[in-house]
């Protein structure tokens, strides 16, 4: 079946280093959603990425669509220890037409160390 | 607050017993999902309701049933439970029907088979 891969499954980084997680599909995705959930919290939603090549950025935090629509990345830069958590990616897969359901990563669990 | 209500918050119950998971949507929301969170495997999509009709199945073992009643809540069945169905359970809703409008979960059910 679809498959999201997200890597990498940790990191640990010291306040004020940069952070990336990526996201790979093995099929073209429709579109492409980010989620944040916080050590006992549930997933929130950041942001959805629907065209090829998109780029979109949130104070410190970018998000890229890949050209074929096959995978993404979340860069966050020099990190607070308010961006602790789980980055979850999550694609959607066209079905002959119609969209599929919402496939998620495994997530890369960030801690930041101060 | 996302405006999803998940109740119960915990839920610890024996193997072979049957427990029913309930979530009310955002208000204004028609599409309701479930989501099975495990320490190892992620957010896996369980089942897809609008408006009070299936809409899409994902891992969903036989032993689960879903429903969606008039009012837009939803309630999740699981019975002849096993020690691995221990898990947290999301509930989420959306405004839209398809999965390309962002989810709102709840806080989640904490589910302990002994």
């Known amino acids: 079946g679809q498959q999201v891969m997200q890597i990498p499954q940790y990191q640990h980084v010291q306040e004020g280093e940069d952070f990336t997680t990526y996201c790979n599909s093995s099929t073209t995705l429709s579109n492409i959603q980010w989620y944040k959930q916080r050590p006992g919290g549930h997933p929130v939603f950041l942001i959805q990425l629907v065209k090829s090549g998109e780029v979109k950025k949130q104070k410190r935090l970018t998000f890229q669509f890949g050209e074929a629509k096959k995978n993404s990345s979340l860069h966050i830069t020099a990190t607070q220890t308010t961006d602790v958590g789980t980055y979850f990616c999550?694609?959607?897969?066209?079905?002959?037409?119609?969209?599929?359901?919402?496939?998620f990563g495994k997530g890369t669990k960030l801690s930041v160390k101060p | 607050d996302s405006g999803v209500t998940q109740t119960p918050k915990h839920l610890i119950t024996a193997t072979g017993q049957r427990v029913t998971l309930r979530c009310s949507p955002r208000s204004g929301d028609l599409s309701v999902y479930w989501y099975q969170q495990s320490l190892d495997q992620g957010l896996q999509f369980l089942i897809h309701?609008?408006?009070?009709?299936?809409?899409a199945k994902g891992n969903i073992l036989e032993r689960f049933s879903a429903q969606q009643f008039p009012d837009l809540h939803s309630e999740l069945n699981l019975s002849s439970l096993e020690l691995g169905d221990s898990a947290l359970y999301f509930c989420a809703s959306s405004a839209g029907q398809v999965f390309n409008s962002p989810l709102h979960f709840g806080n989640g059910t904490r589910l302990t088979v002994t």
């Open positions: 999550a694609g959607q897969r066209y079905y002959g037409g119609s969209q599929g359901n919402l496939i």
């Open positions: 309701y609008y408006n009070g009709e299936e809409r």
